[in-house]
């Protein structure tokens, strides 16, 4: 019988990041075989992004290791000296930098230490600092970014799908159309049809209907 499985590594610096903010000294506990479902998730996650040609880049893949990283400082770790709730987040003028950074650099593969960087913190201060200003994720807020691009961009009427997705960052249409339809219940071709569609209505309409 052959047996399958995925081996994944998390680097050190990876695990130093997540450490950042700890009380005191944080040391891992050695164990051969553990159960953790939260770790499980994230593995799963990578297993359907690599079957799928890592459709999501760079950054998916830095955030799935540092949550793993933090899943196992938190839950695996031994620490010597309590550890005090951090209770920060981005200042607005750091949030405003980062928000022009993703919207310069939306084409690209972004990462998550570039967008750290662009700010001046490291990955994981930067992480928690990000969640608890926006209530999201980094990943989280660039793809909902790239989703209101590719939206304003389907408005236009000769905006091709395929041009759509490449300017918005995407690597192929097809991850593009699956992740539009995850978020806006339509494929993207049928959200342009809906707008354009919308659009002759109201000009066929009579001027006294459409007047406030």
């Known amino acids: 019988m052959t047996t399958r499985h995925l081996q994944l590594g998390i680097s050190d610096a990876a695990l130093t990041a997540a450490s950042e903010g700890e009380n005191g000294e944080v040391e891992l506990c050695p164990q051969r075989k553990f159960v953790d479902h939260r770790l499980g998730g994230l593995v799963a996650a990578v297993h359907t992004e ?27 770790a031994v620490r010597h000296h309590p550890v005090p709730a951090y209770r920060g987040g981005l200042g607005a003028a750091r949030f405003r930098k980062i928000k022009e950074f993703v919207q310069a650099k939306i084409e690209g593969d972004l990462s998550l230490h570039e967008m750290a960087q662009s700010v001046g913190l490291s990955t994981a201060h930067f992480a928690r600092m990000f969640r608890k200003s926006t209530g999201e994720t980094p990943h989280q807020f660039v793809l909902r970014s790239r989703i209101e691009r590719a939206k304003a961009m389907l408005r236009a009427s000769d905006a091709r799908v395929f041009d759509v997705a490449m300017a918005c960052g995407f690597t192929t ?25 919308s659009e002759e209505a109201c000009a066929s309409e009579p001027v006294s209907k459409i007047r406030p």
């Open 173 to 197: 249409p097809q991850h593009f159309a699956q992740v539009f339809r995850d978020a806006c219940r339509v494929s993207p071709t049928e959200y342009r049809q809906d707008f354009l569609g």
């Open 50 to 76: 690599m079957a799928a040609g890592f459709p999501s880049g760079r950054l998916f893949l830095d955030s799935v290791e540092q949550a793993m990283a933090v899943a196992l400082v938190k839950d695996h």
